[in-house]
DNA sequence: CTGAAAGCGCTTACAG
DNA sequence: CTGAAAGCGCTTACAG
């Protein structure tokens, strides 16, 4: 493989010169920088990263950190990583991944190694171990979900509080009054997941300012649990809606409401678009907006790495109240997807309100 | 950061001593051991993973290339992804992320740069333009799929021949014979997404060896071509069976089997896990095994890597007949689950058969 | 505008 | 058994 002393020689210059027009940082005479690309596209050259990397201390690289518990939705988990992988080849830089039950151990090991020049973590928890990692790391950090205190670290989501509240405005204005949640698993409201439990407050606190008479079901992910809660609350007449935040609940939902006859039921749910895209939705959802948070994220990201600003500009969504060591926290706007008729062949998206 | 003469300051020794206990391929007394083992934790010392990529030329990095077409049942790649990243660590190595759809310039500048030791490719095509690359690569490559030719290269694959074999065997032990076969969208087959074809061949020979009566339908993802075609087979009395090869398949099938009174319908499936454990599946399914096929995978690149064999042993279902030159091609054994009753609210699995 | 030299942090023959 | 030296392939002041 051709190394920069190959290219240099062959266009006559010194190393210096070669890894100047590499770097695009000093100036070079057309003339030379023209023979030194020539070169390069002779000799199909191309700078060895681990060499940059030791002379810059950039690598390019940022990590991703997911430690898929047993219990989080593992299939929506892909079109975060699709678009982070994405966002991060536009800015030049390769995604690197960090998975495994001991992510604490793991972080330690690539900061201390220099192996990334940032960090993007997923499934953030309140109170998560890894957060005072982050924040005395030499690399900058970004969050996507939305801790209480995240000093230190950039962080994005769904505004998972707002969308609690829509969502219960959506059944105040249906005028129904009775209304069933089904919501994440027990263990996952105790561990903190933020998406968990700031839904569950906006929808909480939704109901109670409208008024409205909610019954809050935590329920496993499994199966039985999820067809035994479902069936229960169907049968129930007196529920006059019911609201999910559990991606288990879509799939079933469908076939239930046939066999049951309960398609005067107000269903509502929060999910992530290929549960939407995939099954056979035919209620209202509010879309997770993975695509958004991932993208945001990488941003926030390259403005830490990149000082201020990225060369496409600013992100999109983020408010300039940067001051240097103010550390954003981004909120996206839910949006409702109203889907027609019931059972319909037909399954198309309408509008959406916010 | 802490550096390696740090180390070496603080033990007493010299670098080259610290880089003996370090890489541990020299004999360094066991006092001498110590102390530098003890200088190591108090420093909290980790080796500079660029510097030692450069010195040794391995960067203890393995690529994923996977480059989502717009097709591809996204949900069921986190599966691979995880047990990729999982077992590569269980090895001492990471993964790095190769997505975009111009895969082929991505992973030249991959291998060019140096930035990994290997690769695993995902969603492999008959065909593959990314073979050639692949095959002239300085480093080993591992597909996930299995061409007709992957000289070059290791590959590993459910036996998708044998699973559409399997099925039209059971279509045949239940007595029936008029069959739908809903598979793949015409794009993926003429693209030559091999599990596609594979399985499409397995099943048509099988079904043409038992005499059975098969019609094959390419079928878009969509919901409403899915839901189209498969109202269409099920409002047919004449078909006895129906098998499907489409992810998008499944989630609404239970709901049209109740709703169009088909529950004498046999229905057979070739569908990942966790499809499988998230939807309401009241029928037969081939399991795709991606948690196997991923670890095979990995312990197949390994084995290049280290030479012949690993730390843990040899690699399971991988058969010894390796000569130097000889490539591997590992075909994973089709198995059924077969679900107990139609629209109960259990959904055990029972036994699985071969 | 270009080049010689030092240095990034490690490993690896090679002496001793 | 340990250490001094060269080298991996790049970048970056610093001279010229």
Redesign the interface.
């Known amino acids: 493989?051709a190394t920069i002393g190959d290219v240099a020689r062959l266009a006559g210059v010194s190393r210096s010169t070669v890894s100047s027009v590499l770097t695009g940082r000093k100036f070079v005479a057309p003339a030379t920088r023209e023979r030194v690309e020539d070169a390069i596209g002779r000799l199909?050259?191309?700078?060895?990263?681990?060499?940059r990397?030791?002379a810059t201390s950039r690598?390019m690289?940022i990590g991703?950190v997911f430690s898929?518990r047993q219990s989080m939705?593992?299939?929506?988990?892909?079109?975060y990583?699709?678009a982070l992988?994405?966002e991060a080849?536009l800015h030049g830089y390769?995604?690197?991944?960090?998975?495994?039950s001991d992510s604490v151990s793991e972080i330690k090991?690539l900061l201390?190694?220099?192996?990334v020049d940032g960090l993007v973590v997923m499934e953030v928890l309140e109170d998560d171990p890894r957060l005072p990692v982050l924040r005395d790391a030499?690399v900058p950090s970004v969050l996507i979900g939305m801790p209480e205190d995240s000093d230190g670290v950039d962080a994005v989501d769904l505004d998972y509080l707002a969308a609690g509240r829509l969502v219960m405005d959506q059944v105040h204005q249906a005028r129904h009054r009775r209304v069933a949640f089904v919501t994440w698993p027990t263990y996952l409201h105790e561990m903190g997941a933020t998406y968990a439990h700031r839904f569950r407050t906006g929808a909480e606190e939704g109901a109670r300012e409208l008024n409205l008479d909610l019954s809050t079901f935590l329920c496993d992910v499994d199966?039985?649990s999820i067809?035994?809660r479902v069936?229960g609350i169907i049968r129930d007449p007196s529920y006059e809606a019911l609201v999910f935040h559990n991606?288990?609940v879509a799939?079933?939902l469908?076939?239930m409401l046939?066999?049951e006859h309960r398609e005067d039921l107000q269903v509502l749910g929060l999910c992530p678009p290929?549960l939407a895209?995939?099954?056979?939705l035919p209620f209202d959802t509010i879309d997770t907006q993975p695509e958004e948070s991932a993208r945001t994220a990488v941003k926030l990201l390259m403005r830490r790495l990149n000082g201020t600003g990225t060369e496409t500009g600013e992100p999109d969504g983020i408010d300039g109240r940067d001051g240097a060591d103010c550390h954003e926290r981004v909120l996206l706007t839910p949006r409702l997807t109203t889907r027609s008729p019931w059972?319909g062949?037909?399954?198309r998206d309408a509008g959406s309100s916010d």
């Not at 939705?73 to 079109?79: C, L, N, Q, R």
């Not at 390769?94 to 495994?100: C, Y």
């Not at 201390?112 to 192996?115: E, I, L, T």
């Open positions: 493989m199909n050259f191309t700078v060895n990263s681990g060499a990397a030791l690598t690289n991703l898929f939705y593992v299939p929506s988990a892909t079109t990583v699709v992988a994405e080849r390769r995604l690197t991944l960090v998975t495994g090991r201390a190694s220099k192996s030499a199966q039985t067809l035994e069936t991606d288990a799939p079933v469908s076939t046939v066999r290929e895209r995939e099954h056979w059972f062949l037909e399954n």
